[in-house]
């Protein structure tokens, strides 16, 4: 089964998202910016991963 996973970056946490190729979310969590441990919890789904997408925003005012 294809999984693809989405990591949505802020400044100090990620939400990880994995989800399967019927579009269910399979995995969903928020970690810190550590990759130690975002590599941890995508582990379960490596051999099934298809895709990382990795989504981040910088807003500067001024």
């Known amino acids: 089964m294809d999984k693809f996973s ?3 970056l802020h ?3 990620s939400v ?3 989800s399967d190729d019927a ?3 399979v995995y969903q969590r928020r970690l810190p910016n ?3 441990q975002i590599r941890a919890a995508l582990a379960p789904h ?3 991963l298809v895709g990382v ?3 981040a925003t910088y807003n ?3």
Request: charged fraction near 35%.
């Open 6 to 8: 989405g990591i949505d």
């Open 11 to 13: 400044s100090n946490n």
């Open 16 to 18: 990880v998202v994995v």
């Open 23 to 25: 579009d269910r979310v």
């Open 34 to 36: 550590d990759p130690v």
């Open 46 to 48: 490596r051999e099934d």
């Open 53 to 55: 997408v990795i989504e």
């Open 60 to 62: 500067c005012t001024g």
